[in-house]
């Protein structure tokens, strides 16, 4: 390193968020338009999204993976709700070769012998 | 040879930025993050490694001998290249001078920067962290209580010539804030420690970007961009102190 402080200083500028590559998605489009409360019929209309008891309950360790699959897509500029998490999520298993429940299973392994581990320690 | 800058954070309290700041620069000058903070919540846990499943660690090792092999430095897109902590660090009280020495060879081994995240207080491992910096970055946020144990933390170390550097944390620029800024700025000049712009409060950054360093996101948003920006600014603050080190003149 012939000049440590010119180098960081060339590392900081790299980073000063000038040089970022143009988005890889289309811009936002303008919302559309709600219909009007009274059009969608009798008792408000369908509901869009699952009711909250159906929703799927996950370990820790799987919220962490799928979050981690969200910000990955929120980094690379795609707008997500929940079905494309889920949708993204699948793909990502697919990519590896793996499966919803090879993945379970694999948590499953790591989360018991994580707590044998420590059993064995006290 | 001029030597690779040794950036060690340190806080007297705990929940001042410290570990955010610390993942930042050593994201922003594309350094090796030393996390030598041993309690859960650190910079390790945050870039997403689990150090349990290691039986040997050569940081402990070198820490505790003086000798031993270089840690492995580890490597993943858009985290800071990371040597993780131990927890069993908290159950040794090496020789600062060895922690020193280890921290000065392994910067020159990698001939990067090494920014070196401490567990909040000073100790052995602090204090010879601090020894080994080119400077040494005091996060803190602008509140009475907080102040105050700068205020001791300086009077303990200050008088020893450390290369301190104050980084006003978790902005929320709120009137008390200011006022305690003000008298903070002008505290400061006086008793010849720098401080650095402030960094703002994003709560959301632990939600949002769990593992990724902000300034190394591409394609920002505004609120990531602005973040990034104060980071990059404390950054910039702290080039210019290095600048004046007797190391580099």
Redesign the interface.
């Known amino acids: 390193m012939n000049d440590p402080l010119a180098e960081m200083e060339a590392q900081a500028a790299a980073r000063s968020g000038k040089s970022h590559k143009p988005p890889k998605v289309a811009p936002p489009q303008p919302r559309r338009e709600r219909a009007p409360r009274e059009a969608k019929g009798a008792g408000g209309g369908s509901r869009v999204f699952a009711p909250r008891q159906a929703r799927v309950q996950l370990w820790q360790d799987q919220e962490d993976w799928l979050r981690e699959v969200v910000s990955d897509a929120l980094r690379s500029g795609v707008r997500i709700g929940d079905s494309e998490v889920i949708r993204l999520a699948v793909a990502r298993l697919q990519r590896d070769g793996r499966s919803w429940e090879a993945m379970e299973a694999e948590l499953l392994d790591e989360k018991r012998a994580r707590v044998d581990r420590q059993t064995r320690r006290l | 040879?001029?030597?690779?800058?040794i950036i060690t954070v340190v806080s007297p309290k705990g929940g001042q930025g410290k570990t955010t700041l610390a993942y930042e620069l050593a994201?922003?000058?594309?350094?090796v993050l030393l996390d030598l903070d041993w309690d859960l919540g650190g910079a390790t846990g945050m870039w997403?490694d689990d150090p349990?499943n290691r039986v040997r660690s050569a940081v402990l090792h070198g820490l505790v001998s003086g000798d031993g092999p270089l840690p492995r430095v580890l490597h993943a897109t858009?985290r800071p290249d990371l040597v993780p902590s131990d927890s069993r660090l908290a159950e040794i009280s090496p020789d600062p001078a060895v922690v020193t020495d280890r921290l000065t060879t392994w910067a020159s081994a990698w001939?990067?920067?090494l920014v070196v995240d401490t567990h909040p207080g000073t100790g052995s491992i602090a204090d010879g962290a601090m020894s080994a910096a080119s400077v040494v970055a005091v996060p803190v946020i602008i509140g009475s209580r907080e102040l105050e144990a700068l205020g001791g933390f300086l009077r303990r170390v200050g008088s020893t010539g450390l290369p301190l550097v104050i980084v006003p944390s978790r902005w929320r620029a709120l009137k008390s804030e200011q006022r305690l800024l003000g008298m903070l700025t002008k505290w400061a000049r006086g008793s010849g420690i720098p401080a650095t712009p402030p960094v703002a409060d994003y709560p959301w950054i632990p939600r949002?970007?769990?593992?990724?360093a902000l300034?190394?996101?591409?394609?920002?948003g505004a609120e990531v961009?602005r973040a990034?920006?104060n980071y990059?600014a404390v950054?910039?603050a702290l080039?210019d102190v290095?600048?004046k080190e007797p190391d580099?003149e």
């Open positions: 040879m001029v030597k690779a800058p994201a922003l000058f594309h350094a997403g349990e858009g001939d990067r920067p949002r970007y769990r593992r990724g300034v190394l996101v591409e394609n920002p961009a990034a920006e990059r950054g910039r080039l290095l600048r580099h």
